[in-house]
């Protein structure tokens, strides 16, 4: 016998969403909604709300990368979606399958002016995969499929589903939801063998793998690959910790030393985009391994691009059985420069400076991080270090904004994270800036009983562009923030706890109290203004 959903479009939408494993829904509350809400609390279904809906899109993506599933949002009509359109850009950006459902004004008296009416398709169909109005509430369950097979298919992404308020009231009788498969891109076995061939026989080759390589459950073939061809690797985005700080081929010190000396590059999972000089490696040949055609590079000419399921084409390049290259005295000369700019980087971590310098901040996060900790990175300058100086020891442990940049990530990205591991340590990372866009969802975290602990890195300015636009015009504008700020205070009024510290001995047992305490904890070091990460270190 066929099992049946007989209720309203909230009942019929939430049966769809849960059929292809969505636990949990992230919102800001608004009357569009009200049918989903009267499904999720009628079913036991988890909801999480916010205090801003770009929030809500951020935990959403977190789920999804984190999880390698779909993550959900539902935001109220009209400024509920617009709010929440940077965060949909940034699952865009970041390959996350992230379904946001919109609330809509009726269709059936559209163009009267409705309260919050306004065609949301338009505006969102640039960063999605998938972006439709449901026109009637039998659609449903078939709406939901297309918008989240199109979502989980690679190149992966978000999609949009717009909920006339009609549809989503109005009841249905229908046959329960089942989940569809996510099609397979099978790669040019051609191409995959060339790629081989061409890492194999290099002289000095250079793996660099990103967030795509944990997005496809590929870091096991990864290291196999690695390992088959003795290839040293680095990573970035969510590739970090694909390989664990102590393992042979891992690096992450010596990226300059190695992509200036390569001679064939073989980057995966990844654009060749700002982080990665646009693909430039000189006289190296370019391996680009992406996971669907969409992905290949078309402002550079790679020497060849295998696209597919990553785990297909890593799997083969292990088992490519041609000839071989000694890459041994390669690997001798990296962990040399490895060695020496580790260091080199000895010295910033225990810096015992007044004011303090950002990487003391890191060489105490290191001492009090467990290995399997999930970092979270939400900001510019501050995290910049976090990317030099934090080496993750497990996979999928590491989130940041990606190539997107957008600010505001941190507490959403904090939620995802907590729901996702309820027992590892949690940490932010964050400019004083980027507090400025999402603090205020320490209620959220603190509300729901979500701790977590949040380092703000507090120099009073906006360093990105404060330092550049004195170097360029003698002077800067618009650049500076209040200095001292009580970030601390503000978590505290939250109902969560924190402290400022302004000493460089005051950042090890502050951290220690911090991840201590049990609530949202917020730790604010009053650091160096005049102290910028170095921007010609082009971090991956």
């Known amino acids: 016998m066929v099992e049946r959903i007989d209720g309203h479009g909230g009942a019929l939408t939430l049966a769809a969403v849960r059929a292809y494993g969505v636990q949990e ?179 000095r080759p250079v793996i660099v793998a990103g967030s795509d390589v944990y997005a496809a459950d590929a870091v096991a073939a990864l290291r196999e690959a690695a390992e088959a061809l003795q290839v040293p690797v680095f990573t970035n985005g969510m590739g970090r910790g694909a390989l664990p700080p102590g393992h042979p081929l891992a690096f992450a010190k010596a990226r300059r030393v190695a992509l200036g000396g390569a001679d064939v590059v073989a980057v995966i999972g990844t654009p060749l985009d700002f982080r990665l000089g646009f693909g430039d490696f000189g006289a190296a040949q370019v391996v680009h391994i992406v996971d669907a055609p969409s992905q290949r590079a078309t402002h550079v000419q790679p020497a060849v691009s295998p696209a597919g ?132 969802d320490v209620e959220s975290l603190v509300r729901q009983k979500l701790p977590v602990v949040i380092v703000v890195g507090n120099n009073g300015i906006w360093g990105l562009e404060k330092h550049p636009m004195r170097a360029m015009y003698g002077y800067d504008v618009a650049a500076d923030l209040q200095p001292g700020l009580r970030y601390d205070e503000i978590a505290s009024a939250l109902g969560g706890a924190g402290e400022t510290v302004d000493r460089a001995d005051g950042i090890g047992p502050a951290l220690r109290r911090a991840f201590a305490a049990g609530v949202p904890y917020l730790v604010n070091v009053l650091t160096d203004p005049s102290d910028a990460y170095p921007r010609s270190s082009n971090l991956a």
Not at 103 to 112: I, L
Not at 336 to 357: F, N, S, V
């Open 25 to 203: 829904l992230f919102t800001l509350s608004g009357g569009h909604l009200f049918p989903l809400y009267d499904a999720a609390h009628t079913a036991g279904f988890p909801i999480y709300d916010v205090r801003h809906e770009q929030t809500a899109v951020f935990a959403a993506e977190a789920i999804a990368k984190l999880q390698r599933r779909p993550g959900l949002a539902a935001l109220t009509a009209g400024p509920g979606v617009t709010n929440g359109i940077s965060g949909l850009t940034s699952a865009f950006f970041n390959a996350a399958p992230v379904l946001v459902l919109g609330g809509r004004a009726p269709a059936f008296r559209w163009g009267s002016g409705s309260l919050q009416e306004i065609d949301h398709v338009p505006l969102v169909a640039p960063v999605t995969k998938h972006a439709a109005t449901v026109t009637s509430t039998e659609e449903i369950p078939a709406a939901v499929a297309a918008a989240l097979t199109a979502a989980l298919t690679p190149h992966r992404g978000p999609a949009f589903l717009d909920l006339p308020l009609e549809v989503i009231f109005s009841t249905a009788d229908l046959p329960a939801p089942v989940a569809a498969p996510v099609p397979v891109v099978e790669p040019d076995p051609d191409d995959v063998t060339a790629a081989a061939r061409l890492i194999a026989a290099a002289h």
């Open 309 to 440: 399921d990553l785990r297909l084409i890593l799997s083969a390049l292990a088992d490519h059985g041609g000839d071989r290259t000694d890459h041994s005295g390669w690997l001798t000369d990296l962990r040399a420069a490895e060695d020496k700019a580790k260091a080199r980087d000895a010295a910033e971590l225990a810096a015992d400076t007044d004011p303090i310098r950002p990487g003391r901040i890191y060489g105490e996060l290191r001492a009090v991080l467990e290995p399997d900790a999930v970092t979270i990175g939400d900001g510019g300058d501050f995290v910049s270090y976090a990317g030099r100086y934090l080496e993750p020891s497990v996979p999928g442990s590491w989130l940041d904004p990606g190539p997107y940049g957008c600010l505001g990530t941190g507490m959403g990205y904090a939620m995802g994270a907590r729901l996702t591991y309820p027992d590892r340590q949690v940490c932010v990372l964050m400019g004083d800036g980027a507090a400025g866009f999402s603090l205020m």
